[in-house]
């Protein structure tokens, strides 16, 4: 009894710690204070309007859009085409391939986005949302790849035999079975790319330039001095994650279960 | 067999460390119910996949309607097949699962959907077709994959195992559905599966395989009846079998000496005197002599004592063990007399010599 | 046996002289564009981060060049040496500390809750693994800050005043908001893998609730353990944000010599330098504690 007390109220304060930042700045980008603290200063949305009035956050947010978009869905393509390659077949340098899929979200992003820059800075993707894509995409694509991997798993070698055996070529059976089976796993992986690649800053904003993303303004703005419109973004910027990283664990979730109509 | 439909010549399958199939040949004929059966792993399954394209056999060709298909595709050798854990798309509806194969070939999805509901009628599942498969029951699902097989009309059905799944009354049920369908179609059925019961019921010819290789084809009642070695006869299982050495011929019989005493058996097998012989004996073909009753005139006896009984519906089977120590079965209907058949009775086994059959190889 | 082999054998289907190209094209068509991308966009360009260690600077440009200059200023030099040791020192003791918070947690959620509440939770804590990290350390720096949440709160008491922003407390507070919901899911499933019946044998056999988790639930989940803890450190090490924002830059980790260096514009040499090396000791790390994890493994059986 004392002990699941104590393991309450042990994981109540975790989930508080954990909680904390978020609800501090969604609850002050309502707060009619400029500086964020108590007490209440009154509700508003001030922030929120100035922050949408605000040409370079609007910009940011159409950068912020377009990159996330973009990596989300070549990150889930290419995730895919690393998934099932993984399960389905054997050859040289596999490992290699799968370990250069699995390891950039491992390496400190400074270190990542100077490599990056270093690279990038040599084409004319450099300062573009798509140099960011690109970028984002190799980082991400280890996420995606993990997530449809797992569910690949639940597939099986029958459902793809059967399609080749009612008439589908190798391709038709990929896209006619492999595909609408890992349906789930594929839009989780596109929203927690997306996710990725919004919350990202340091690779962005090496490698951005001037076409800031949220995160890089966000990161721009807290250079500056405390600025309530910070709050306003930060809002909408989790808000957005929650809401991807949710749609993804449900997707992921639907995938999960064994399927049921063997 | 005048004209094969389905020729396998000289397959094999070599899989590193297990030989699957080995030098295996068989002609089916068109319209045939074919069954494949034998213990796991006799290469029964790997020999159905490889007419399917699945596997490619390490050596030999296949040849279906005339023509060389070893080296086709799978999706291009209009082979569909059942599968035992039915394999059923399960993102898709009844209605699409069924017009799959035909949505790969092209049609159009008016006549996609007219040639699917047509199928699901057939089988008995008009109007499901909009439902989702986890929606269905076992045997419907069956029958979801039966018509999935078929909705283009091939000339072939493959089926591996595929009632293996089910519970024993939807076994017997679905049994008599895949017999009417072989019986409207004229195709040519290959069905493989272990059960013995299932193949006798519906098959035109049983193939018997063991070790990767045919042990015998024919008629289910010559194989059951006249098996032609050990294994075969085994796995037929309602046989009792007896060893014993040649003493003598006349009469078109083979005298054996055997443990249980001198028995007659069919002259069958050219073998000369103290040559070893085996003999299989039906279970149906025994008989309990009562209390008084003597055998007929040549008819052998063998004394020993029940060990148990087993039901099947009207028909049972006695185990019996022989004062020699040999296991023997007998199979009858119900007589309502088995209260005085309890374990440890002791009884007296006969049966007509003529229907011994001797195993030509053993 | 027979079922494996076949698995392998029957991973394409038969295909024929007319479409003998066609198995391979359909893996080549899958893989060479994800290998071509993160060559290109990973492999080549962390390649190039190593090359450019050894490239000169000559009139604010890079010139290829093979100069072990750039090497011997960074690794001799004092700001570098005292970043180098601070940085280690700062992942060590956040990664402690994180692996002392999270194991309990992790132990309760996996061991302690029903199924239901354990998958909520696991939910709980994916989410801000993927939200935005800056955010929540801008959070840390308002409510920590002298007119923040916390010392409003504590005048409104009549407590002295605090000076919490900027010192280790605000660091790792940071730190640990990166590190804690990963490590402690690492843990979870790591504990969730133990076999149950193993503890309620020991338990069964008079090993205190202590002893149980000193020699059957740690050793169980050594891997586990090892796993979360080079992943704190290496989050913890390579952090930026925490480290700027909660502590003024003072002292400067490797991460910000690198960010000033490279934003500077002048000195990619030797930015690069720092870089590669916090390579090096990562893979160290990470190689270290793959070693003592699996040789203890080993050695235990």
């Known amino acids: 009894m004392m002990r699941a007390v104590i393991r309450n109220l042990y994981l109540a304060a975790l989930a508080i710690f954990l909680l904390t930042p978020m609800l501090v700045v969604v609850v002050f980008s309502f707060d009619a204070n400029r500086f964020p603290t108590l007490p209440w200063g009154g509700f508003t949305l001030a922030w929120h309007r100035e922050a949408l009035g605000d040409a370079l956050i609007v910009s940011a947010m159409w950068n912020s859009l377009i990159v996330s978009l973009g990596t989300a869905v070549l990150a889930t393509i290419l995730g895919f085409c690393a998934a099932y390659l993984d399960y389905r077949y054997r050859f040289f340098g596999k490992r290699s391939l799968m370990l250069v899929i699995a390891v950039p979200p491992a390496v400190p992003v400074t270190i990542l986005g100077m490599a990056m820059l270093a690279a990038l800075s040599r084409t004319p993707m450099f300062g573009t949302p798509l140099g960011v894509i690109v970028c984002h995409v190799a980082i991400a694509v280890s996420f995606a790849m993990a997530l449809i991997r797992l569910r690949l798993g639940d597939l099986g070698d029958d459902l793809e035999q059967a399609a080749w055996n009612l008439g589908a070529s190798q391709r038709n059976g990929l896209l006619h079975v492999v595909i609408p089976f890992c349906r789930p796993s594929l839009i989780a992986a596109f929203c927690l790319s997306a996710a990725v690649s919004l919350d990202e800053f340091m690779v962005a904003w090496f490698v951005g330039g001037v076409n800031e993303t949220l995160s890089v303004r966000v990161f721009n703005l807290l250079l500056g001095q405390v600025n309530p419109k910070i709050n306003a973004i930060g809002t909408l910027v989790l808000a957005t994650s929650l809401v991807l990283v949710s749609i993804a664990q449900m997707s992921a979730r639907v995938g999960g279960t064994r399927k049921d109509a063997a | ?362 | 046996m027979t079922a494996r082999l076949e698995k392998t054998q029957a991973i394409t289907p038969a295909g024929g002289r007319t479409r003998a190209g066609n198995r391979a094209v359909l893996p080549l068509v899958l893989g060479l564009p994800v290998a071509l991308w993160q060559l290109a966009f990973f492999v080549l360009p962390v390649i190039f981060l190593i090359v450019i260690t050894f490239w000169k600077v000559r009139s604010f440009r890079l010139e290829p060049a093979f100069d072990l200059g750039n090497w011997e200023k960074v690794l001799t030099s004092t700001p570098f040496q005292r970043a180098l040791v601070y940085t280690t020192e700062v992942a060590a003791i956040a990664s402690l500390l994180c692996m002392l918070i999270a194991f309990p947690a992790a132990h309760a959620i996996a061991l302690g809750l029903s199924e239901t509440a354990r998958r909520r939770w696991i939910a709980f804590l994916i989410i801000p693994v993927f939200s935005s990290y800056i955010l929540k350390v801008y959070a840390w720096q308002v409510v920590l800050s002298p007119g923040g949440v916390v010392n409003v709160s504590l005048a409104a008491l009549g407590l002295p005043q605090v000076d919490l922003l900027g010192g280790a407390l605000s660091l790792n507070i940071g730190l640990l908001t990166l590190t804690l919901p990963v490590v402690t899911l690492i843990l979870t499933f790591a504990l969730m893998g133990v076999d149950r019946s193993l503890l309620e044998a020991a338990r069964n056999l008079g090993a205190s609730g202590g002893q149980v988790l000193m020699q059957v639930t740690l050793p169980a989940i050594r891997s586990g353990v090892g796993l979360a803890a080079v992943t704190a450190f290496l989050m913890s090490f390579g952090d930026y944000a925490s480290p700027v924002f909660l502590t003024g830059s003072n002292p400067p980790t490797l991460s910000i010599l690198i960010v000033d260096t490279v934003k500077s514009g002048s000195q990619w040499p030797r930015a690069s330098v720092i870089g590669v090396s916090m390579l090096v000791i990562l893979a160290l790390a990470f190689v270290t504690v793959q070693f003592l994890t699996q040789r203890r493994a080993g050695g235990a059986r």
Not at chain 2, 38 to 61: D, F, N, V
Not at chain 2, 130 to 155: D, F, N, Y
């Open chain 2, 1 to 362: 067999m005048i004209d094969p439909y389905v020729r396998l010549e000289a397959l094999d399958m070599r899989y590193p460390g297990h030989h699957a199939v080995k030098d295996l040949s068989l002609d089916i004929a068109g319209g045939e119910f074919i069954a494949l059966m034998g213990p796991s792993g006799c290469g029964k399954s790997t020999t159905l996949r490889m007419i399917a394209g699945l596997e490619q056999p390490t050596s030999g060709r296949i040849l279906i309607g005339g023509q060389d298909m070893t080296h086709v595709s799978a999706d291009r050798r209009g082979t569909p097949m059942v599968w035992q854990n039915l394999a059923l798309f399960p993102f898709l509806s009844v209605e699409d699962n069924v017009a799959f194969s035909l949505k790969m070939r092209g049609d159009s999805p008016a006549s996609r959907r007219r040639a699917a509901n047509e199928w699901l009628e057939k089988v008995g599942l008009g109007g499901m077709g909009k439902r989702h498969i986890s929606q269905l029951s076992g045997g419907q699902r069956q029958r979801v994959a039966i018509a999935r097989a078929l909705v283009t009309q091939p000339s072939i059905l493959l089926l591996d195992e595929p009632l293996s799944a089910l519970d024993a009354h939807l076994r017997v049920h679905l049994q008599t559905e895949l017999a009417r369908l072989h019986r409207e179609l004229k195709i040519t059925f290959i069905y493989v599966t272990h059960s013995q019961s299932e193949a006798f019921a519906l098959a035109d010819r049983v193939v018997v395989m063991a070790d990767g290789v045919i042990q015998q084809a024919g008629p289910p009642r010559a194989v059951y009846r006249a098996p032609v070695n050990g294994f075969v006869a085994s796995f037929m299982g309602m046989n009792t079998r007896m060893d014993g050495s040649v003493a003598a011929r006349s009469d078109g019989m083979i005298w054996v000496d055997c443990p249980e005493g001198r028995i007659a058996v069919p002259d069958t097998v050219a073998a000369g005197p103290g040559a070893a012989l085996s003999f299989v004996i039906g279970a149906d073909r025994m008989r309990l002599l009562g209390g008084h009753e003597r055998a007929p005139e040549g008819h052998p006896t063998v004394a020993g004592r029940v060990v148990g009984i087993e039901f099947v519906g009207s028909t049972q089977t006695i185990f019996v063990a022989s004062d020699t120590g040999r296991d023997f079965r007998l199979q009858r209907l119900d007589l309502g007399d088995d209260a005085v058949l309890t374990p440890g009775t002791p009884v007296t086994l006969t049966w007509d010599p003529r229907h011994a059959w001797v195993l030509p190889h053993p």
